[in-house]
């Protein structure tokens, strides 16, 4: 029987040894995942005495590639950014308890431990969760108060209140601040991929990023795009697939910062990290890789904006090779997750100009060059409700 393909489930899961199978621990809602086991052929042409070319075909080594689009959901990019860029240095939440009830309207709460100004919460949970900002630094001995907003740059007497009711202690939790960076002598990352084609469960081992091209455009979410290499597959029991209920980051969230000035004028942003994968064959007797091997990252991005002054231009015509950020943020209510991804030393190389359109667009090309503040060419920082490290 024809099967429907929306019945398909792809899971993840990050391997404590490379190459070693697990089970998944996370789903992955995929726009796209396209994957192949490659056996390559070896031919046998000798001369037998008769007049065909093939005279015996031979199972060679055997491997696997994976493309997968996915949308920037902010829980599951963080294993896509840890398996390209590099490891992840987390920076705690703080997490507490309501020290009273709050009514619905509510633009303070009063928790066990001090809030930081400026700092996104997840009050409650399940039915009763919802997300606010504090508005000013917590006052208080303990418990303290902090007056928060529902809606970013709502704040004094236009704060918006809590939508929700909440009763003692109800958990008060932070986001994490995750940052990425690289670090060559840091093990690298592998995966296991798990994937029900609605017939077969089957396991990839040693799944390991080649690719990442983030897409940003304020008409649409953000989105991942990725190329992997990993081990054939082999058949696994099934898994029950459980997806994030968090919302992708939206495009036109998006704020650009070059040369340390915030613009405005940016149309799309695509972002480009790659490193060499090749999987190794060598003489340990199986048909499968030795091992998957990273080589060196490098990072490009393509950026077109509005042409109203010479700023952006200027940067390709001086060569001024300075810090470029892109920056997401979902509303607070939704979340108030986000993702900055940084060229602490960005190389314009290209600068054009275009007058097809109704108005004039800029189109610039730069690549991330290295530098000590990235550790590398590119580094991101991504914030989540995610406490461990990916």
Do not use: C
């Not at 100004?117 to 504090?134: C, P, Q, R, S």
């Not at 991804?341 to 109704?358: D, E, I």
Request: proline share 5%; no cysteine.
């Amino acid at each position: 029987m024809t099967q429907l393909s929306r019945l398909a489930t792809l899971g993840l899961a990050k391997e404590t040894t490379a190459g070693t199978y697990v089970i998944p621990t996370m789903s992955i809602p995929f726009m796209k995942a396209d994957f192949e086991d490659t056996t390559v052929p070896i031919e046998d042409k000798s001369y037998r005495n008769n007049d065909t070319e093939l005279q015996g075909l031979y199972a060679g080594p055997q491997d696997a590639t994976w493309s997968i689009d996915v949308l920037a959901y902010p829980d599951l990019i963080g294993h896509m950014l840890r398996g390209i860029i590099g490891p992840d240095t987390v920076t705690a939440a703080t997490s507490t308890t309501l020290s009273a009830s709050t009514s619905v309207g509510a633009t303070n709460i009063q928790t066990a431990a001090s809030l930081a100004a400026g700092t996104v919460v997840a009050i409650d949970t399940a039915g009763n969760l919802e997300y606010a900002i504090t508005d000013g630094a917590a006052t208080g001995v303990g418990p303290y108060t902090s007056n928060i907003t529902t809606v970013a740059g709502k704040t004094g007497v236009n704060r918006v209140g809590l939508a929700l009711a909440h009763t003692t202690p109800a958990p008060v939790v932070t986001t994490t601040t995750h940052t990425f960076k690289q670090n060559p002598t840091a093990a690298k990352a592998t995966y296991s991929l798990t994937t029900y084609d609605t017939l077969t469960t089957l396991g990839y081992a040693g799944a390991t990023f080649s690719d990442l091209q983030m897409k940003i455009d304020p008409k649409g979410a953000l989105s991942f795009s990725t190329k992997l290499a990993s081990m054939p597959g082999v058949s696994q029991s099934s898994f029950v697939p459980s997806y994030t209920s968090l919302d992708p980051l939206l495009g036109w969230s998006w704020v650009m910062t070059n040369a340390g000035a915030t613009s405005s004028r940016g149309l799309s942003y695509d972002i480009t990290v790659k490193r060499t994968v090749e999987s190794i064959h060598s003489s340990d007797g199986i048909q499968a890789p030795r091992e998957i091997f990273q080589g060196p990252l490098a990072a490009d991005g393509t950026y077109k904006a509005i042409f109203e002054n010479q700023t952006d231009l200027n940067l390709y015509a001086n060569y001024t090779q300075s810090p470029a950020t892109a920056q997401l943020n979902q509303p607070v209510v939704r979340g108030g997750m986000g993702l900055a991804v940084t060229f602490s030393k960005s190389g314009w190389y290209k600068g054009s100009r275009s007058y097809a359109g109704t108005y004039v667009q800029g189109d610039y090309s730069l690549h991330g060059i290295y530098n000590t503040t990235d550790s590398g060419a590119v580094s991101a920082v991504l914030t989540n409700f995610t406490t461990s490290a990916y």
